[in-house]
């Protein structure tokens, strides 16, 4: 009589034979094609889950004893050490509320001290008409205040076409404001108003002979929190794509950490593209306490396809945080074509909310208690090699 005994090699190899020939076979996407599973025996199971928490039993036990994550010196593998995270607000209402929960519940988690608010992603269409596009901007983040958003993200250059014949012709003195400024006086204007924090996308910037990409930050008091103007891009004479801005935009970097509203403790902004691409400028404004980047932009339809997902998820998962991105909306009858696609991606990777390439706008939830569990299951930080590499963020040392 043949032994009933599997060993967990041969198990191993039984499920991935399987998942092969289901991948090669199978004409549908995964998603829809029935899914079998293979009946195993209750005892293999049984001695299958056994060896493996002997197994994990042993990895720790090594890993506590040859390679502590204290031997990797992951405080060095930043250079100033990373901030440390802040303590989450709580308003009188909650503090009650959460004071009186422990006293039903004394061996509670800890989940319901983080905060959770909503975003809104405006993924505008853009026309030439400049008032048009002004007033379409103030109806998307009114509609967007209305369902719920207290952060609204606009995209890239939102009031203006995207050609180097249009950026001389609309930019904007954002530093004299009012008249010279009509697309921040309505984005300052309706955050006042409306009680919200709106991160501008993009607009072009005269200041003095110069134009800029610039994006521009309003409290819920209307006023300017900050401004960023976009990194510059150095393209080959020989590169496939001769980006616009090359020759037209000189570009200066303004990075900021702010404290925005107080339910978003650590909000920060980058510019578009280049910011994307750079996982090290990612992993430096993490290192600074961020806990969200958002990335107006406007990828092609080459890049866009290829990259534009990709790059978010990876920054997501590189440094565990949200990332939000803001694309106009596709016209196909124009000169640049956006891609379109805005999402946001969770710190696991995850594609939370995302639009295909029309106008649209998403709202979504961002909870920072999801953050910091996943930060915690997963400690990236605390396994960093700081006695093998280190990364340097130049401001912060030269600020020391």
Known sequence: MKSSFVSSKNLIRLQSAISRSFLQHSSKPISQTPFFIPIIPTNTVNLYNQRYQNLQFQIRSNSTSIMSSSAFKPEQARLPPALPLPSPPLTKATSFAFFFFLLSFPFCCFDCMFVKFKIGICQLAVTPDKERNIQLARKAIEEAAQKGAQLVVLPEIWNSPYSNDSFPVYAEDIDAGHDASPSTAMLSEVSSRLKITVVGGSIPERCGDKLYNTCCVFGTDGKLKAKHRKIPIEAGAHDIYEFLWNYIFTFLISIFLGRLPSWNPRLLLLGKLLPLWTQELAMIYASRGADLLCYPGAFNMTTGLLHW????????????????????????????????????????????????????????????????????????????RGDLYQLVDIRRVSAH
């Not at 998962?317 to 379109?340: E, H, K």
């Not at 909310?353 to 930080?381: C, G, K, V």
């Open 309 to 384: 997902e990709l790059l978010q998820r990876a920054r997501a998962v590189d440094n565990q945080l949200y990332v939000a991105t803001c694309s106009p909306a596709r016209d196909a009858g124009a000169g640049y074509v956006a891609w379109g696609h805005s999402t946001l991606v969770g710190p696991f990777g995850e594609v939370l909310a995302t639009t295909e390439h029309d106008e649209d706008i998403i709202i979504a939830e961002i909870d920072y208690s999801i953050l910091e569990q996943r930060r915690a299951n997963l400690p990236l930080a605390k396994q960093r």
